[in-house]
């Protein structure tokens, strides 16, 4: 009570501090939406009827247009299945790359940069804005599937990706939301930036059905495919130079018969592992019903593929929304989401061996003949890999409107759930076979209530006050179990005993079975209040304030009070009111403070003791003796009772205009966003015992530039019309903050300067090569030759610039180079129409990126990769491929104890810079013809149209692709290169 | 708030009043609703209540003890590599380690360099002396006695992590408090000051450790140790002879053979109560031998038992040198080649390896394919559970610290220093007639110190002692300068990680490494 009170009181104390501000008439205005042309309605003449749950669904949590949008109209020509891929290069300062394009598989976006170092892939996880759909915030995979596991490559379970479960065409608008104070409405999950999906809504009205179709296919383009022949001519310079006798005889065994036509035979292998795949979806809405009443139902179907590896997504969607309005100041409203997808994931041995934690022999690789792929693909017919997705979302929700009172209450859900069922047979894994289960669910319920009142004092001063509250409770659990050598391959499943009356009932026969299970508990509460007051059409400003109850902030600081503002000023109506040029002008100023979630439950409870019984290599060992074990978290990092509540400050500056009638329209907004109080996993001396301590006290500032642009630039009405939207975001990162006033921590490969860029690589300086020993320089004060950490350099091994000049290279000299972040990222969208023709054309691109070229310095590292056996020595069958112009690297003993092909150096350290035609559309209207819109069946609309997609990319970079660089900055060579589609597809509404 | 409301409008009032009230009330309940007790830890406050407590935080310490010795398989890398009798076929940081390139650049060898595991048993070994004790008042359950034992093995684990951590890197810090929740850096302190203080530890455990764990009218622990009996523990725990044994190498380490002749006249009249036995060749190098899993014969040991699902691959010298036929493994990373087993063993009598004279063929306990390139080391083989199925490829044996064998030999060295010969060559006998070999001979004209050692270096190989009985030989004999000359300019340590000095600016490197 005392909080609401508080609260109430804040709110009252700003709104009158507003009025003030606004009586100085201190300068703001609304940035311009600059896609507001594109957004138009897919189905044209639907008036908005009374029940358009549209409307208050924006309204609940947005109040005006601070975000934005996708042009959903053209985005959905093309066959992306994602939520991201919809999105990429769409909207100024979201970035997205695909680092696999496997379909379906988990993705990421950036909104504004990178908030947090990235030391590992999973890390970005955190990193996620929240996705909301119809005002449902959906709920995201636990990072915790990745505890159990040596690797991180993937998580446990089908590892789908959720949001690729929202079909294009059941979407009304996506928009992108950066104002900071609309992102305060929405509270601390929305404090990595939230996207706002609205679907298509209920209409009243006639009868109106949509089908919409397209069939295609996915064409990976060959690479250059290679034998053994291409790898002996690249070790042979090696050999010839530095190789002991004893090396010699240690060559690589399977280049070693050059008569061994499986490696040195024809490298067919392509034939079948690029193979072209077909795609189509197909789906149908239809709405209806009378102003009281009406409802939308859609249902679709999309298979998707990934062009190589037989990679695949079954997609089946449905939705059902129902209205109601039983009485004029009652609105009922209703819907229901389903989805299926099934997976088909790639056969990559690595992924295999890493799901198995158990790596066999690995000296003899995959061979590239053709033969041999085909025994191992008739091998893998016998593989079971079920990844089955299914989620139901939904809401129903009760508005009230009583005279200047509305009421709304919401309830919603969002379940999903998991399943991923794996069988290795024998032959593939040395003669052991591998049975896995997983189940795992993520659950959220929240309940949502929110009352807004308006008053006008005068015809000049307005006000609306809003009261919310929301409860939200998530739960994630999984249950997994794992089993090695059954006793054959016919029994794919784990077997246990069935007998009740046998001592080892219901315990697994034959095979060794291994279990797990999580589960993690969240809760979240808050109460908000908002006053906005409009100064006539001039000027507005809003003031909120926030209350956070979060399950996972510690007991002593469960509760964090947030504060935020704007002012929006219309100069166009202040100054400009008779001016015909300039039809919008408004400058706007937005700054809020959110409270960061923690994403483990491990802060909750301060000092703590766990299970952490194995080491890196061994995660899952059971206990000692048969005994659960227990400490404390030695290596997972000490929890102190000093954590609290991580926030981000947000600051937009915005200014935009609409010139010539609004066909010209632009948007400029500065942003510094700036998260602080971050918890770091912090180095402590080891002879404590633990490896790091967890401490609060990080701070990340973005800051920017997003930059948008619509011109209608020809609009004839009997000739060409051309449209045309750009979108730029520039942002630089900088670490501003380290806890316990640390200048600097590195952690793993990564080191974190305060001032500098978090994403920067962390290199050696390479400056050639020591063609002999005469040539490395020797300290003149001991007369001691200059050494690598100790290891004296010799002839052969690469010159690594001494920064400091003491004679040792070590991590001293090391520096920071290059950011794993674009500076500039953006898209280029056109439209032109001729008569019933129209042809669009998408460019996104990134610059200013780097990428370290990990699988040209494995390549590079052979010795020490190959004797290694380890998850980092398996070739997989595309690595028989010739990969870019290695002559570029100099030739260093690869024997040498300093590692001369580490990665940690500039040599490998490639630009990473892009710019890809990502689609190209031609479309015919044919409902103009005359024979079909004077046909009685009525047809509004019926578009056909082709699409290519990712036809070329142009970037310096030496892999296949800069953007399956991950988000380490690391291109392992390992990611699906991004294929080529074509698509024809039609859309009618009848 | 109220008074925006329209007096007119009844229903508006009544639902403002819902809201409100509704609001308020799930606000003053929130609190509680915030108190999620997550399932995947303990707190502070849940800890040290109850006997499954204090028995799951004694099993943590003996499990981050494998852990140090575990992973990466370091015990082995540590004890056993360097200018060792193993050859590495083609890892290039085992080869590295064997030629004794310690500063090269490899993430193993930063692995292995780093202490903090073993200060991780430090810790929680302090954390459970200072803490376990309130679990006594809290849990009716947890006795006195259970107490003092948990607390001895707690203090002879610490001991034990000294002790080892000495042999590797010479002068550690010696922290003997849990300091909880505070993390500063502490110098390192000298060594013989360590190890006085793991001697002293040791000394205090041994008289709370009893010879058995388990044993219903045993005279020290009677009745079964937390609900388990003899079968359960034996060959898992520290037992009062594991102390004994340890507090041994400490003297012998630091050449005061006269205690480690005192501390092993202990075992030698007491190993039996533990149920330590010598054992003969085939059971010692069966797959079901005396390393699988738990076995009383081993006198301190860490298990990976199969029975409960503890197996792993890494954590056993087999995933170092097994190779074909055992398992589908073509080349071993690790071999003995075909030059160091002939100079090893000399005796073609030896069961160990030798030939048979019936068949005319060599002996398979230590070595497989010795007619091949690269022979396979294959004295310790568990398969999974001490199967001989090498289909699936983890392994189920301890890593044994030491046996009765190992302990005689230790014996005999201190006694042979000490000039007491003829007690010291009846302990070696002991050994050699047990692996079929001709006793020794004064006559034969064999240094006896040198045979202990070549008999060490036979009995224990794949133990890893290697390195360390170089190191005491070195000393006892005095007459190899190479290496004598690496112990005095402390060479013999290992350098320290990157990571530990890092982390703790009072720490330097060690001269030899720098």
């Not at chain 1, 003449?45 to 949590?61: F, L």
């Not at chain 1, 079948?272 to 979806?281: D, F, G, M, Q, R």
């Not at chain 1, 002839?795 to 290059?818: C, M, S, T």
């Not at chain 2, 044996?397 to 060559?425: K, M, Y």
Request: hydrophobic share 35%.
């Amino acid at each position: 009570m005392v909080r609401i009170i508080a609260s109430m009181s804040y709110t009252a104390l700003l709104s009158v501090l507003c009025v003030s501000n606004a009586e100085a008439e201190s300068a703001k205005t609304t940035p311009l939406n600059y896609n507001a042309i594109l957004r138009q309605d897919t189905i044209p003449g639907v008036k908005k009827k009374a029940v358009d749950t549209a409307s208050w669904v924006n309204n609940v949590a947005r109040t005006r247009g601070g975000g934005d949008s996708l042009n959903v109209r053209l985005s959905s020509l093309s066959p992306n299945l994602s939520l991201q891929q919809m999105l990429k290069g769409n909207v100024a300062g979201l970035y997205v790359k695909e680092i696999t394009a496997e379909p379906g598989t988990e993705q990421s976006m950036l909104v504004r940069g990178l908030s947090a170092p990235i030391f590992r892939n999973k890390d970005v996880n955190n990193l996620q804005p929240i996705v909301y759909l119809n005002g449902i915030p959906l709920i995201q995979n636990n990072n915790y599937i990745y505890d159990i596991q040596k690797y991180d490559f993937n998580p446990i379970g089908p590892a789908t990706n959720l949001l690729a479960g929202i079909d294009i065409n059941t979407i009304q608008s996506v928009e992108v939301i950066k104002d900071p104070v609309e992102l305060a409405k929405l509270g601390p999950l929305a404090a990595n930036g939230a996207i706002w999906v609205t679907t298509k809504q209920a209409k009243s009205g006639v009868r109106q059905i949509s089908v919409n179709s397209y069939f295609g296919m996915v064409k990976s383009d060959n690479a250059s495919p290679v034998n053994a022949e291409y790898e002996n001519r690249f070790r042979k310079p090696f050999y010839q130079k530095y190789a002991t006798p004893a090396d010699v005889l240690n060559y690589a065994g399977y280049l070693r018969d050059s008569t061994n036509l499986d490696y040195y035979g024809p490298a067919k292998w392509g034939d079948l592992y690029y193979k072209t795949a077909p795609i189509h979806s197909v789906d149908l809405s239809i709405s209806g019903g009378s102003e009281r009443a009406n409802f939308r139902f859609f249902a679709g179907n999309t298979k998707s593929a990934g062009g190589a590896d037989g990679t695949k997504l079954d997609r089946y969607a449905t939705s059902f929304q129902i209205n109601m309005s039983p009485f004029e100041w009652v609105t009922v409203s209703s819907m229901v989401n389903a989805t299926r997808m099934d997976r088909d994931r790639n056969r990559s041995i690595r992924d295999r061996f890493a799901e198995t934690r158990y790596i066999p022999d690995l000296s003899n690789p995959l061979p590239p003949s053709k033969q041999i792929y085909q025994w191992f693909l008739d091998e893998y017919d016998k593989v079971i890999d079920d990844n089955r997705n299914t989620a139901v979302q939904g809401y129903f929700s009760l508005n009230f409107k009583v005279s200047k009172f509305s009421l709304l209450t919401k309830l919603n859900f969002d379940y999903n759930e998991g399943i991923r069922d794996v069988f290795y047979p024998t032959t593939l894994m040395e003669n052991n076979n591998y049975v896995s289960n997983y189940f795992g669910y993520n659950q959220r319920f929240g309940v949502t209530n929110a009352l807004t009142f308006s008053e006008e004092l005068g015809s000049n001063h307005k006000f609306d006050f809003e009261l919310g509250q929301s409860f939200q409770s998530d739960l994630n659990r999984y249950n997994y179990a794992n089993a090695y050598n059954g006793p054959n391959d016919f029994i794919k499943i784990n077997v246990v005993e069935g007998s009740s009356a046998e001592a080892n009932y219901l315990k697994p026969v034959d095979f060794l079975v291994y279990r797990y299970t999580d589960r993690e508990q969240r809760r979240l509460f808050s109460v908000y209040g908002s006053v906005k007051y409009k100064y006539k059409d001039l000027l507005t400003i809003t003031g909120l304030i926030r209350d956070d109850g979060s399950s996972t902030a510690q007991p002593g600081s469960r509760w964090l009070v947030t504060p935020a503002t704007s002012a929006q000023w219309n100069l166009k109506n202040q100054f400009l009111k008779g001016n015909n040029a300039i039809d919008e002008l408004t400058a706007e100023v937005s700054w809020s403070r959110i409270g960061k979630l923690f994403s483990d439950d491990r802060f909750g409870s301060g000092p703590q003791y766990r299970v952490e019984n194995g080491w890196v290599a061994e995660p899952t060992i059971p206990g000692y003796n048969g005994l659960a074990t227990i400490t404390r978290p030695y290596s997972s990092g000490w929890v102190g009772y000093d954590i609290r509540w991580p926030y981000t400050d947000q600051l937009n500056v915005g200014m935009s205009i609409g010139l010539l009638q609004n066909r010209l329209n632009a948007s400029l907004t500065f942003y510094q966003k700036d998260d602080k109080r971050m918890v770091v996993n912090t180095p402590v001396p080891t002879e404590t015992g633990y490896a790091s301590i967890f401490s609060s006290g990080l701070g990340v500032r973005n800051t920017g530039v997003d930059f948008g642009l619509k011109a209608a630039i020809l609009r004839r009405p009997d000739g060409i019309n051309w449209e045309s939207g750009l979108n730029l975001n520039v942002n630089r990162n900088k670490l501003t903050e380290l806890p316990g006033g640390l200048q600097e921590l590195t952690i793993g490969n990564r080191k974190l300067t305060i001032g500098q860029a978090v994403d920067k690589f962390w290199v050696y300086e390479n400056q050639g090569i020591y063609n002999s020993d005469a040539e490395v320089p020797v300290n003149p004060a001991n007369q001691e030759k200059l050494n690598f950490e100790g290891t004296t350099l010799h002839a052969g091994d690469p010159i690594w610039k001494d920064q400091n000049g003491d004679f040792i290279i070590n991590d001293e000299d090391k520096v920071l180079k290059g950011n794993t972040m674009p500076k500039l990222s953006g898209g280029w969208s056109n439209e032109f129409k001729y008569g019933n023709f129209s042809l669009s054309f998408n460019v996104i691109f990134a610059l200013g990126q780097k990428g370290l070229n990990e699988q040209a310095a494995n390549h590079f590292d052979f010795i020490n990769k190959e004797s290694g056996n380890d998850i980092g020595s398996i070739k997989e069958i595309n690595s028989w491929q010739a990969s870019g112009d290695l002559s570029k690297y100099p030739i260093y003993n690869p024997w040498s104890s300093v590692v001369a092909y580490r990665l940690d150096q500039d040599l490998f350290l490639e630009n990473a810079s892009y710019l890809k035609l990502r689609s190209l559309s031609l479309g015919y209207d044919l409902s103009k013809l005359p024979w079909l819109s004077n046909s009685k069946a009525g047809i509004k609309r019926a578009f056909l149209y082709v699409t290519a997609n990712n036809l070329f990319t142009i970037t310096s970079f030496s892999g296949s692709d800069p953007e399956l660089i991950d988000y380490t900055g690391l291109y392992s060579g390992y990611g699906m290169v991004i294929p080529k589609t074509f698509t024809l597809g039609v859309k009618f509404d009848l | 708030m109220i008074s925006f409301i329209n007096k007119n409008n009844r229903l508006t009032k009544v639902l403002a009043f819902v809201l409100l009230s509704s609001l308020v009330s799930v606000n003053l309940s929130c609190k509680k609703m915030l108190d999620v007790e997550s399932t995947r830890l303990a707190t502070e406050e849940a800890q040290w209540s109850n006997l499954q407590d204090t028995r799951s935080g004694l099993m943590g310490i003996y499990g981050l003890t494998r852990t140090a010795l575990g992973s990466n398989n370091a015990h082995w890398l540590w004890g056993e590599m360097r200018e060792g009798d193993f050859t590495a076929s083609s890892k290039s940081d085992l080869k590295a380690i064997i030629r004794s390139d310690l500063n090269a650049s490899y993430p193993l060898i930063q692995d292995i360099t780093n202490w903090r595991r073993f200060y991780t048993v430090i810790n929680s070994a302090s954390l459970f002396i200072e803490r376990s004790g309130e679990v006594v008042a809290k849990d009716p359950r947890y006795s006195k006695l259970n107490n003092k034992v948990d607390i001895a093995q707690a203090r002879a684990l610490r001991a034990f992590a000294y002790f080892y951590m000495v042999r590797i890197w010479g002068d550690v810090p010696l922290i003997t408090a849990s300091h909880d929740g505070s993390f500063e850096g502490k110098p390192r302190t000298d060594q013989a000051k360590v190890l006085g203080y793991a001697e002293s530890e040791l000394m205090a455990a041994v008289k709370d450790l009893p010879y058995r764990y388990g044993v219903d009218g045993d005279l020290d622990l009677p009745g079964l140790y937390y609900g388990y009996d003899n079968g359960r523990w034996s060959g898992a725990l520290f037992t009062k002879i594991s102390a004994y044994a340890v507090m041994a190498h400490i003297a012998a380490w630091q050449s005061h053979y006269l205690d480690a002749a005192v501390y092993t006249q202990f075992i030698m009249q007491n190993y039996s109560k533990s149920g330590l036995e010598y054992v003969n060749t085939t059971n010692l190098t069966a797959s079901d031998g005396i390393f699988n899993g738990q076995d009383s014969k081993i006198a301190l040991g860490f298990t990976f038992s199969d029975v409960y699902g503890e197996s792993t691959s890494e954590g056993h010298i087999e995933q170092l040198v097994l190779a074909a036929p055992l398992i589908a493994k073509q080349v071993p990373d690790l071999y003995v080649s075909k030059d160091t087993i002939n100079k090893a063993f000399t005796d073609i009598r030896d069961g160990r390896f030798g030939i048979d004279t019936l068949s005319g063929l060599t002996r398979t306990n230590y070595f497989l394919n010795y007619s091949g390139q690269i022979p396979v080391f294959s004295k310790i083989k568990v398969l999974r559970g001490g199967s001989t199925n090498g289909s699936f490829v983890i392994f189920s044996s301890a890593i044994a610290f030491t046996r009765i064998e190992e302990l005689s030999l230790l014996r005999a060295e201190a006694l042979t220093v000490l000039g007491q010969r003829q007690p010291a060559i009846d302990l070696l006998n002991i050994v050699k007639k047990n692996r079929g070999i001709k006793s020794f001979n004064d006559n034969d004209g064999l240094g006896l110190i040198d045979e202990i050692f070549a008999e060490r270096r036979r009995e224990l190989m794949g133990e890893g002692w290697r390195w360390y009985d170089r190191i005491r030989l070195a000393k006892i004999k005095g007459n190899d300068a190479k290496f004598n000359k690496l112990i005095a300019e402390k060479g013999i340590y290992w350098p320290i990680a990157k990571d530990v000095l890092k982390a703790n600016s009072q720490l330097v490197q060690n001269s030899y490494w720098k």
